[in-house]
């Protein structure tokens, strides 16, 4: 994460304080500012702060949580940026609806890369092997040393449906793309894999 710099002109000086400014010029402006000029910015004005767009995803330059996900504090309770930014277009949701990053980058903000979703919809659209996948690093395949083949699998309802042991990965992770595809309504990495 690259820290903002100061937004006084030609000073590249850290951000130090809420209002964009380092510590020097912050003491400056306290100094030359009436009191009742200096309010507190708005949620809004202190999310847009954090925010830095580019051509696809819009980056987080304030905190992030230990997920990867972008964090804004309102009234010092820490909420998901992504959601803020999300109802702050589309209302409030639902607490058991959540806001799915189509560009699988935890910390992006951009409003056209997020959708609503149920959780179940959210796993659907996952990237890549879980983390405990040590064996084949692909999503859906795993090596079973019993019988010494490519196990494929998919998780469709709190369950694991089996879809057979392979000979080859590619062979497993077709037939566990095929499935996925089969079944899940939220799987764009699947349908981008196969140019859908």
């Known amino acids: 994460m690259v820290p903002k710099t100061c937004v006084q002109a030609e000073c590249h000086q850290p951000q130090e304080r809420r209002n964009g400014r ?8 306290l100094r030359e500012t009436p009191r009742e000029q200096r ?3 708005t949620v809004e004005e202190r999310f847009w702060a954090m925010v830095t767009k580019t051509p696809t995803c819009w980056a987080w330059s304030g905190e992030i949580n ?5 964090i804004i504090t309102i009234r010092s309770v820490g909420r998901l940026a992504h959601r803020y930014i999300f109802e702050s277009i589309h209302g409030l949701l639902p607490a058991d609806i959540q806001v ?3 560009c699988h980058n935890h910390s992006c903000v951009n409003p ?5 979703a149920t959780n179940k919809q959210n796993q659907e659209n996952r990237e890549g092997a879980q983390a405990n996948n040590a064996t084949s ?10 019988i010494e083949k490519w196990h494929a699998y998919v998780g469709h309802h709190g369950k694991r449906i089996h879809l057979g042991f392979f000979e ?4 497993a992770e077709a037939a566990a793309v095929a499935k996925r ?12 894999e196969i140019g859908g």
């Open 66 to 70: 230990p997920g990867g996900y972008a």
């Open 168 to 171: 080859d990965p590619q062979e």
């Open 39 to 41: 309010r507190r910015p």
């Open 100 to 102: 799915d990053h189509k």
């Open 137 to 146: 690093g692909i999503r859906g395949v795993s090596w079973n040393k019993r």
């Open 181 to 192: 595809l089969e079944l899940y309504t939220h799987n764009l990495m699947d349908i981008r």
């Open 22 to 29: 380092c510590d020097s010029h912050y003491r400056k402006w």
């Open 112 to 116: 056209e890369h997020l959708r609503r």
